[in-house]
């Protein structure tokens, strides 16, 4: 009985050798990747092979643009035809939710084991001097199923000490200088002395008195409502806050002691609100802000009818007239102070890599992974090989991308198209640093870092933000979809409706607080404050 005891933990613990050995030695793995419907694929990618062969793997591509979608729930679901293990799936949309879910399931690895620096020292390295990146991966149940991709543009890209992405100003106030000039008026800088000038576009009829249009036609301002680059909200800074637009709740904000908020019920929207009601009754504001688009918009400013608008930068919304605006600077209230509520930039995704348990040897294709996160690496992954769409490297070692002259002429297309075939879809993850050390952002990009760093960032009093990295539990978004149309809608229709009509009186505004926590503004507040603060204890 103890021979046969002997024997059965012998074989065991032989069966157990040869699984770990087998795991040890593998190194050649199936990958399911979306691809760009004009890439040229993957098998032939002289970067992909590089990195391939200093990680010593092999990769067998299977990769998909049509029916991406279905392949992938064929795949995974164990219902395809070909019996071949998927050991990772790349590039395939997966959310959060499908994160949480497969992870729960089994089918995904935690990846966190391996983000160490012996296994993946790129990332890990990025994570230790970006917590924020960690904490945007890191699941509710506290592990990672996914790499980050993402591409910050910040202004730690143009060199400057601190890193702010491109986003947090969205809306730059821009004034016709040359009417100014022509009047005799200086730029304003509160809200009063805007409110003058305004006035006076209106009563000499600056669009028909500089530009020569119709008798009647200047528009004093005209922007859209509550619009992510082109709405009114920046001159509500003069108020204490700057509700722009967000992708889940319009007026989100987060305070410096960490608590969020939605200033839609504060004291100071009601006074913003009830102020402007009156630039719109004497006809300062367009009385087709609330209704008009972009294309109309851009038509009254390149007409030379607009006085003042908002916009992401000068030339691309004032057309033959972009030299005779400038930009507004942030307006001080009727208090005389003023506060700028900032935006996070680009969210980073959790979705682009994911190992399966079929994966025997995670530790080994996650060191070709590793090499995604390396910078000049990854601005090839981006936009196509040196030699190819990098073409030299100036006197400070940065990388200079090809023309679209130079493109057409050597490959017969466009930069873009080029940079389109040659594109690796993938956990790609693009810091604002590498625009310093590899290759530079392009020319408006850089401007308009330069003009939110040196110019609107010094009217900013706190750089608090709620971030949209945060990641949410199902349950928490079902929540947040339960509640979030009747909330949205119901701020919306007031603002416009006090901005237009005038108010609100006492028992309005009684009345509008009891309806915003009806349509479940206390539990949307719960909600995104759990969210917040777990995503903080992640970094």
């Known amino acids: 009985m103890k021979k046969l005891v002997s024997l059965s933990l012998a074989i065991v613990m032989l069966m157990s050798l040869v699984s770990f050995a087998a795991a040890e030695e593998q190194t050649e793995f199936n990958v399911l990747s979306g691809i760009s419907a004009l890439s040229g694929g993957y098998d032939n990618n002289p970067v992909l092979n590089a990195m391939q062969e200093e990680a010593g793997i092999k990769i067998i591509w299977d990769t998909w643009s049509d029916s991406l979608g279905e392949v992938v729930g064929t795949r995974i679901s ?14 395939v949309g997966f959310s959060n939710f499908d994160l949480m879910r497969y992870g729960a399931a089994g089918t995904f690895i935690d990846l966190t084991p391996y983000i160490t620096p012996e296994v993946m020292p790129h990332l890990s390295a990025i994570l230790e001097a970006h917590p924020e990146i960690r904490a945007a991966i890191t699941m509710s149940d506290g592990k990672i199923y996914g790499l980050p991709a993402g591409e910050q543009m910040g202004t730690a890209g143009i060199g400057r000490e601190k890193d702010y992405s491109i986003f947090s100003v969205p809306q730059f106030a821009m004034i016709n200088k040359a009417w100014l000039d022509d009047l005799g008026l200086p730029v304003p800088t509160t809200l009063e002395e805007l409110h003058d000038a305004l006035v006076a576009f209106k009563e000499n009829d600056m669009s028909h008195k500089f530009y020569g249009n119709d008798a009647g036609s200047t528009i004093p301002m005209s922007t859209g409502f509550d619009q992510w680059c082109w709405g009114q909200n920046v001159f509500y800074a003069g108020f204490g806050f700057t509700n722009w637009p967000n992708d889940v709740c319009m007026d989100l904000t987060v305070n410096a002691d960490g608590v969020v908020n939605f200033v839609c019920d504060d004291d100071n929207y009601r006074a913003a609100i009830t102020y402007f009601h009156e630039w719109f009754a004497d006809g300062l504001m367009d009385l087709e802000m609330f209704s008009q688009d972009t294309n109309q918009l851009i038509a009254k400013v390149t007409g030379g009818r607009v006085g003042v608008t908002t916009w992401w930068e000068i030339p691309e919304i004032t057309g033959p007239h972009k030299d005779d605006y400038v930009y507004l600077p942030i307006l001080t209230g009727p208090d005389g102070t003023s506060n700028v509520t900032l935006r996070t930039g680009g969210a980073t995704n959790a979705g682009q890599l994911s190992i399966t348990k079929e994966c025997k040897n995670p530790a080994k294709l996650l060191s070709f992974y590793d090499l ?4 000049d690496i990854v601005m090839q992954l981006q936009y196509g090989p040196i030699g190819v769409y990098f073409t030299e490297q100036d006197e400070k070692g940065m990388w200079l991308s090809i023309t679209n002259e130079e493109s057409q002429a050597k490959y017969g297309k466009s930069s873009g198209e080029l940079k389109a075939q040659n594109e690796v879809a993938g956990p790609k ?30 009217f900013v009093k706190d750089f608090s933000f709620y971030p949209q990295d945060c990641v949410f539990t199902e349950s928490e978004l079902d929540d947040i979809d339960f509640y979030r149309s009747d909330f949205e ?34 539990d949307l507040l719960d909600i995104y404050q759990t969210v917040y603060d777990r995503y903080n204890a992640a970094k």
């Open 489 to 522: 809608r119901a701020v919306a229709e007031h603002e416009a409706k006090w901005l237009k009509e005038g108010g609100p009186t006492d028992e309005e505004w009684n009345s509008y607080i009891s309806f915003l926590n009806r349509c479940g503004m206390s």
């Open 429 to 458: 993850l693009i810091l604002s640093e590498y625009y310093n050390e590899y290759f530079y952002m392009e020319d408006r990009a850089m401007e308009r870092l330069a003009d939110t760093y040196d110019y609107f960032f010094t």
């Open 372 to 375: 995604w996160y390396q910078g």
């Open 78 to 91: 164990g219902n395809a035809a070909s019996k071949t293990p998927i050991d990772a799936f790349q590039a």
